[in-house]
């Protein structure tokens, strides 16, 4: 079923969850269906539709944006492809204090324009097997405007599905983020730890 929801087109391509690096991994036994993919996306859809109705504070709906992302985005993975090269070499903790950095830091970057949002709708249309993943194709109307398509890359390298990246009409938030997230590397250094900090503080 359709969820309410009320995406601009800037901050929905600026925001989306090209071809995405991700690793090779092997699903697990229980393999992820188009169906539950698909699934996923609705409970996503559904979630954001609550927040952004709640009557919350900005800063509540921040918090519970950013709850929501660790809910059902895989974090790791994500912060991993947006850290890009230097993930290699970083360590465990530095790729554990960047996924919770970036996570805050998209939370607090996107959820301000929840206000947004309200007013349109976004429905699942239908899902495809991409062999490392998943894809949910959905597409979402806004009043006055043309509908536009998002994809939702979804698979269970964790044990449950989660999204891995979203693209509007072809745009990848990895591959948006990494971008950024490379700026604000070079402008400190190429230090993964001052680029972590440099997150948190931003957004």
Same mark, same amino acid.
């Given at each position: 079923?359709?969820?309410?929801?009320?995406?601009?087109?800037?901050?929905?391509?600026?925001?989306?969850?090209?071809?995405?690096?991700?690793?090779?991994?092997?699903? #697990?036994? +229980?393999?992820?269906? @188009?169906? @539950?993919?698909?699934?996923?996306?609705?409970?996503? =859809?559904?979630?954001? @539709?609550?927040?952004?109705?709640?009557?919350? &504070?900005?800063?509540?709906?921040?918090?519970?944006?950013?709850?929501?992302?660790?809910?059902?985005?895989?974090?790791? @993975?994500?912060?991993?492809?947006?850290?890009?090269?230097?993930?290699? &070499? =970083?360590?465990? +903790?530095?790729?554990? =204090?960047?996924?919770?950095?970036? $996570?805050?830091?998209?939370? $607090?970057?996107?959820?301000?324009?929840?206000?947004?949002?309200?007013? #349109?709708?976004?429905?699942?249309?239908?899902?495809?097997?991409?062999? $490392?993943?998943?894809?949910?194709? &959905?597409?979402?109307?806004?009043? #006055?405007?043309?509908?536009?398509?998002?994809?939702?890359?979804?698979?269970? $390298?964790?044990?449950?599905?989660?999204?891995?990246?979203?693209?509007?009409?072809?745009?990848?938030?990895?591959?948006?983020?990494?971008?950024?997230?490379?700026?604000?590397?070079?402008?400190?250094?190429?230090?993964?730890? +001052?680029?972590?900090?440099?997150?948190?503080?931003?957004?």
């Amino acid at each position: 079923m359709p969820s309410d929801i009320r995406p601009t087109r800037r901050t929905l391509v600026t925001t989306a969850l090209a071809g995405l690096a991700l690793p090779l991994v092997p699903r #697990g036994a +229980a393999a992820l269906t @188009t169906a @539950t993919a698909s699934g996923l996306v609705e409970q996503v =859809a559904a979630e954001i @539709t609550r927040i952004i109705n709640s009557g919350q &504070s900005e800063a509540a709906m921040i918090r519970d944006f950013e709850r929501m992302m660790g809910r059902y985005g895989d974090m790791p @993975t994500i912060a991993q492809s947006v850290l890009g090269p230097p993930a290699r &070499s =970083a360590s465990r +903790a530095q790729l554990s =204090a960047f996924a919770d950095a970036f $996570r805050g830091y998209m939370a $607090r970057k996107y959820g301000r324009r929840f206000r947004e949002f309200i007013g #349109g709708t976004v429905a699942v249309e239908g899902a495809q097997d991409g062999g $490392r993943f998943i894809e949910v194709i &959905s597409n979402v109307r806004i009043p #006055g405007r043309a509908p536009f398509e998002v994809r939702f890359r979804v698979w269970d $390298r964790s044990g449950s599905p989660l999204f891995i990246d979203m693209l509007i009409e072809g745009v990848s938030l990895v591959i948006s983020e990494r971008s950024e997230v490379g700026s604000i590397m070079d402008r400190n250094g190429g230090s993964v730890d +001052a680029t972590i900090e440099a997150l948190r503080r931003l957004g």
